[in-house]
């Protein structure tokens, strides 16, 4: 159940994800999570969009340094503890997080975590086993 995630790689210079959000919603396609990290000279602008498949045409056609990577989608527990639920349990089974980020809108009252972890069907399993939501395909339509 993992979502797909694209990463692009950006000149760490003024204007430049204004540009690519910007050329994404020309072609209709909306972030629904995004993260954006920089470097000295570039940035990292991790999405997860509504239609990965035509953003990465998108992109490869105006030339963009990208590329498409499965990550999970998980509800974070409303409760006390609730990130804990996640992030215990996947350090315990010694799955590293390299990353972590969440969506910009919700399904119901839980917010979605985006996890870039180095055993994607390992941490699959031991987030259902503790009773963590995973979020499918229906991310593409929040």
Known sequence: MAVKQISVLLDN???????L?????KED???KAILAASAVE??????VVNDPERAAAVLESFHFNYEVT???AAEIPLHPGGMN??????????INIHYLYTTINRIGEETIVILG?????EAKK??????VHLIGDEIYSL
Request: aromatic share 2%.
């Open 117 to 121: 972890v180095d055993k994607i069907e």
């Open 42 to 47: 570039r940035s990292t602008v991790r999405l």
């Open 85 to 94: 639920a996640i992030l215990k349990n996947l350090a315990q089974a010694d």
């Open 126 to 131: 031991v987030l259902q086993q503790n009773w």
């Open 21 to 25: 959000t910007d050329i994404l919603d």
């Open 13 to 19: 210079t003024p204007g430049m994800l204004s540009k």
């Open 70 to 72: 499965p990550v999970l």
């Open 29 to 31: 396609i909306t972030a």
